[in-house]
């Protein structure tokens, strides 16, 4: 029963200006005043002080802490269907634990009904060969409930997804849709049992690891925020958009924030121009079909990526990751490097975070990069591991990002550098003053964090670190020697 106090009414407007009216209306509202505040509005006051994602993750949050106040307390938190509307399980191996995850998954449900759920399940265990009880339960669960699942994100072991299936036509409230495999092997793909088109229309879609059937992929335009489609790896075959699907995406969905897939660069029809609000942006570029080494295909795939980046125009781009994938063996391999120049000069202005992996590209190429993101704050670059090419990082770079002129520095806000796989034709002397001046004298922003790859362990550096903490300036240094 709803606990409320009854409105106070006045017999006349004109008794507020009358004489004492004031003190005697103040009298009646003490008089009716209630010590206890309404259930409805405790549990509005629990909701509010749920976590800002909406999920638990601890019996150290709320809503758990809200039973173990008092008997009233615990009695609205249970009688508060939207305080167990969400939930978080991280388990580093859900093979301990299975039982208990199920059945807590249930009350949860139970207690949450009849509104819908957002649940997230990250879990990190040996592939799964055979169905086990509690992987049967756990199926049988998603299917059961597939009309409560309003976020269904699952980062599973990849066998689990063999035994779930997304088909049917039930998952009716489903808005956000994440799908990761956390294991696999060479010789096992876990193949999604997904009816795209069954599905309403997702705001967020998430596969990685997983294997479907692309041509039932069914994107809603209109809706769509975050697109991440990142097959399983290790495996020739893949989920590979087209240049002309990912220019046909983002000129059509007004609303996506979030673009990361693999490509497949063999065919470029699309000729008009496109603008997208997309603020982050992964895309790595598959060299696929025969005859790899043949210069002529590398010279026509240059031209493709060429007319592509010439296309696209992203002004609200923060977060940037393009990859190059190349089976050639040719001495020079080939890259549009004045396109995507020109690209980030209409794109970088809110650059804030940038990728380049297993690009073909040399010091000076990255520098003009740098010269086109002045807001940049975390670098990224990556080569093969072995194979890679060690061009791409070196004392050149570092004296470009040494900080000597404060009138025009190169990405002044720059916080971390990530050199995976590269690094050892840098010498200790520049990346120590590079650091030294980035943290010294940039008063702008410091330089938190460098990893990057080296021939020795660089005890010179170390020595200098020490220098800059005993002055007040921490930077973290890894350094793997390779």
């Known amino acids: 029963m709803t606990r409320v106090l009854a409105r106070p009414s006045f017999s006349s407007v004109h008794e507020v200006g009358q004489p004492g009216a004031t003190s005697r209306l103040g009298r009646k509202l003490r008089a009716r005043r209630s010590p206890r505040i309404p259930v409805e509005l405790w549990g509005e006051v629990f909701r509010w002080c749920l976590p800002q994602d909406g999920a638990t993750t601890s019996l150290s949050d709320p809503p758990f802490t809200f039973t173990q106040v008092c008997r009233f307390w615990r009695a609205v938190a249970f009688s508060t269907p939207r305080l167990w509307a969400s939930l978080a399980i991280d388990a580093a191996r859900l093979a301990d634990d299975e039982e208990a995850t199920v059945a807590g998954i249930r009350s949860w ?217 190349s089976t050639t063996h040719l001495t020079t391999t080939p890259w549009p490097h004045d396109s995507f120049l020109s690209y980030l000069s209409k794109s970088s202005s809110n650059l804030e975070s940038l990728t380049l992996k297993h690009l073909p590209v040399v010091e000076t190429q990255i520098i003009q990069y740098l010269q086109r993101a002045p807001a940049l704050t975390h670098l990224t670059v990556e080569v093969q591991p072995m194979t890679g090419s060690q061009r791409a990082v070196g004392d050149l770079l570092m004296a470009a990002l040494t900080f000597m002129d404060w009138r025009c520095p190169l990405v002044p806000r720059l916080e971390s550098l990530d050199f995976r796989n590269c690094g050892r034709r840098c010498s200790e002397a520049a990346v120590s003053f590079m650091i030294e001046t980035r943290n010294v004298h940039n008063l702008v922003a410091k330089l938190k964090t460098i990893k990057y790859s080296a021939s020795r362990t660089p005890h010179s550096l170390m020595t200098k670190l020490q220098e800059l903490l005993q002055r007040g300036f921490r930077v973290d240094v890894e350094v793997v020697v390779q």
């Open 109 to 325: 449900l139970c207690r949450s009904d009849p509104l819908t759920f957002a649940l997230k399940v990250r879990a990190r265990d040996n592939c799964v060969r055979s169905p086990r009880p509690c992987l049967c339960q756990f199926s049988e669960l998603i299917a059961a409930n597939a009309h409560r699942w309003r976020h269904l994100k699952l980062h599973l072991p990849g066998d689990w997804f063999d035994w779930i299936s997304f088909a049917g036509g039930g998952f009716t409230s489903l808005s956000c849709l994440s799908l990761h495999s956390s294991s696999f092997s060479d010789s096992h793909s876990s193949i999604l049992d997904m009816e795209w088109r069954t599905l309403p229309p997702l705001r967020q879609i998430t596969v990685s690891g997983l294997m479907f059937d692309p041509s039932s992929l069914h994107i809603d335009y209109a809706q769509i925020t975050e697109l991440v489609i990142l097959p399983q790896h290790t495996l020739e075959e893949g989920i590979l958009f087209t240049l002309d699907d990912v220019l046909n995406t983002l000129s059509q969905a007004s609303r996506l924030t979030k673009l990361a897939c693999l490509v497949d660069d063999r065919l470029l029809k699309w000729k008009m121009e496109v603008s997208s609000n997309v603020e982050e942006l992964d895309l790595c570029f598959k060299d696929c079909g025969h005859n790899w080494n043949n210069p002529d295909r590398q010279a026509n795939r240059m031209r493709r990526l060429d007319r592509f980046f010439s296309l696209l125009c992203n002004p609200n781009t923060r977060s940037l990751s393009i990859g190059y994938s």
